[in-house]
Every structure is written in C-alpha cells, then in structure tokens.
Nanobody
Framework: QVQLVESGGGLVQAGDSLRLSCAASGRTVSSYAMGWFRQAPGKEREFVAAISWSWSGETTYYADSVKGRFTISRDNAKNTVSLQMNGLKPDDTAAYYC?????????????????WGQGTQVTVSS
C-alpha cells in the first residue's frame, strides 16, 4: 500500500506561484509513475502533469493548459513529488490530487493510477 499526502495549497492572486508537494509512505515510489490531477467544483477531474519512470530514464507529461507554467519533479531521497506552479490563473482554481501507479500505460488517464491522496485546495483570485 502507498499512502499519499498533499500539501502546499492555498489562496493566491493571479500571477503568483505555489509549490505543491506529495509525500509518499508505505513504499518507495521512485519507480512509480506519479501524477497530479485537479478537479474544480462542478467539473470532471482533469490531468495536470505526470512523471514516469523507466530503465532509460524519466519522462514528464503536461496538460496543454499548464505547459510552460507548471513543472513536475520528484525527490527520490525524500520519496516525494512536487508540482511547481508559476503564473497561476483563476482557471487553475481546483482541488489538486497526487496519484501513484506502478504500471501506468497512459499517464494522463486517472484510472491508470492505483493510489490517490486526499487533495489540497488551490484558489487563485483575479
């Protein structure tokens, strides 16, 4: 079992930055695919970013809406994954969820992930 706990959310103004962190426990997730998803009120959950693992290296994936503004990274020594969010917009307002998966065929597909955190709220005011 993998437990995931997100932190770093908050209320910021448009243009500000936030850094979300996801701490994993129970198992080392260095070889897991890790993803960030978000869900705004009244909307479906959507993919934000992911970082995969393979013997040849890591690959990062981003939704078009955040590409160039958000950066996903992992710290294997701390068993964490982070999401640096720059240039935040009101449309980024949502609950952000961290996810982990051992065998992820499509990093943008939520059903690929077996473990989820409880989420952290990000609110961006205009």
């Amino acid at each position: 079992q993998v437990q995931l706990v997100e932190s770093g959310g908050g209320l910021v103004q448009a243009g500000d930055s936030l850094r979300l962190s996801c701490a994993a426990s129970g198992r080392t997730v260095s070889s897991y695919a890790m993803g960030w998803f978000r869900q705004a009120p009244g909307k479906e959950r959507e993919f934000v970013a992911a970082i995969s693992w393979s013997w040849s290296g890591e690959t990062t994936y981003y939704a078009d809406s955040v590409k160039g503004r958000f950066t996903i990274s992992r710290d294997n020594a701390k068993n964490t994954v982070s999401l640096q969010m720059n240039g935040l917009k009101p449309d980024d307002t949502a609950a952000y969820y961290c996810a982990a998966g051992r065998s992820v065929s499509d990093p943008s597909w939520g059903a690929s992930y077996g473990y989820w955190g409880q989420g952290t709220q990000v609110t961006v005011s205009s």
